[in-house]
T-cell receptor, first 113, second 117 residues
């Protein structure tokens, strides 16, 4: 069985500071990892993914994530947070062999001016 | 424009009154899925479909039905809705045959907020 853990319900950061949203995963095969963002009253939007290759992946809106196989982590990062980054962020994983996507419970990011 | 559409976007109904939430995608995706989102629980998969006439249960299928008669459509049916099915529902699609680099990235609809009283 595959699973995702987002240990923080909420992350608070001041605008201009770097941000990190944590994610750890568990799969039996090769992980396909994703980050999605949900703005209020909107659906989920894809941010970035790791399939294979370079451990540092870059995505939309200046976000990036680092795949760490030994720590089974895929933390989302951004060098300088914006107030408009405030949203609910979901990490998701699927075993490379299957199509079922398992989501974490989500982390609310609040960026203060 | 490539998109996943859901209807209705908002629905208030009463216990036991059958309802259907429609989902349609225009990307010729083989894979489609339904999720429900509840506070503190994230997204949980209800049902998914690998292709036409091929459906399977997700993590929380009880009380739901689906059908996949056409590639583009994947309706979610609640035969006898109950208050515990009050939730935000998302439909998503992807292409399982998109190659290894696609990662089967899923595209989500805008959501349907269902309230069962």
């Amino acid at each position: 069985a595959q699973s995702v853990a987002q240990p923080e319900d909420q992350v608070n950061v001041a605008e201009g500071n770097p941000l990190t949203v944590k994610c750890t995963y568990s799969v039996s095969g090769n992980p396909y990892l994703f980050w999605y963002v949900q703005y209020p009253n909107r659906g989920l939007q894809f941010l970035l993914k790791y399939i294979t290759g370079d451990n540092l992946v870059k995505g939309s809106y200046g976000f990036e994530a680092e795949f760490n196989k030994s720590q089974t982590s895929f933390h989302l990062k951004k060098p300088s947070a914006l107030v408009s980054d405030s949203a609910l962020y979901f990490c998701a994983v699927r075993d490379g062999r299957y199509s079922t996507l398992t989501f974490g419970k989500g982390t609310m990011l609040l960026v203060s001016p | 424009e490539a998109q996943v559409t859901q209807n209705p976007r908002y629905l208030i109904t009463v216990t036991g009154k059958k309802l259907t939430v429609t989902c349609s995608q225009n990307m010729n995706h083989e894979y489609m899925s339904w999720y429900r989102q509840d506070p503190g629980l994230g997204l949980r998969q209800i049902y998914y479909s690998m292709n036409v006439e091929v459906t399977d249960k997700g993590d929380v299928p009880e009380g739901y039905k689906v059908s996949r008669k056409e590639k583009r459509n994947f309706p979610l049916i609640l035969e006898s809705p109950s208050p515990n099915q009050t939730s935000l529902y998302f439909c998503a699609s992807s292409t399982p045959n998109g190659g290894r680099t696609s990662g089967y990235e899923q595209y989500f609809g805008p959501g349907t907020r269902l309230t069962v009283t």
